[in-house]
Nanobody, 122 residues
């Protein structure tokens, strides 16, 4: 089993930056594809970025060039660096883990964190 705890959310101005962190527990952490999804009120949970065990990444078109996902396997940590934030980035951000490769479908995720709120003001 894997337990995930996000932190680093908050209120920022448009154009600002924020870094989210996800602390993971589990003996097989290094074998999991890790990632980030987000969900705004009334919307479906949306893929943001993912990273597999070897460091290969995938990012959604809406955040390419602005967001960067990374992982530190030695410390069981996953990060999401968010730059040039826009009001439409406002959502609850969830850390994810999957036994397998990166997926853009929230239905295929095996483990979720509790979420952290990101609010971007205009």
């Amino acid at each position: 089993q894997v337990q995930l705890v996000e932190s680093g959310g908050g209120l920022v101005q448009a154009g600002g930056s924020l870094r989210l962190s996800c602390a993971a527990s589990g003996r097989s952490f290094r074998t999991y594809a890790m990632g980030w999804f987000r969900q705004a009120p009334g919307q479906e949970r949306e893929f943001v970025a993912g990273i597999n065990w070897s460091g290969v990444t995938s990012t959604a078109d809406s955040v390419k060039g602005r967001f960067t996902v990374s992982r530190d396997n030695a410390n069981n940590m996953v990060y999401l660096q968010m730059n040039s934030l826009k009001p439409e980035d406002t959502a609850v951000y969830y850390c994810s883990a999957r036994v397998g490769g990166i997926t853009t479908s929230y239905r295929l995720i095996d483990y979720w964190g509790q979420g952290t709120q990101v609010t971007v003001s205009s």
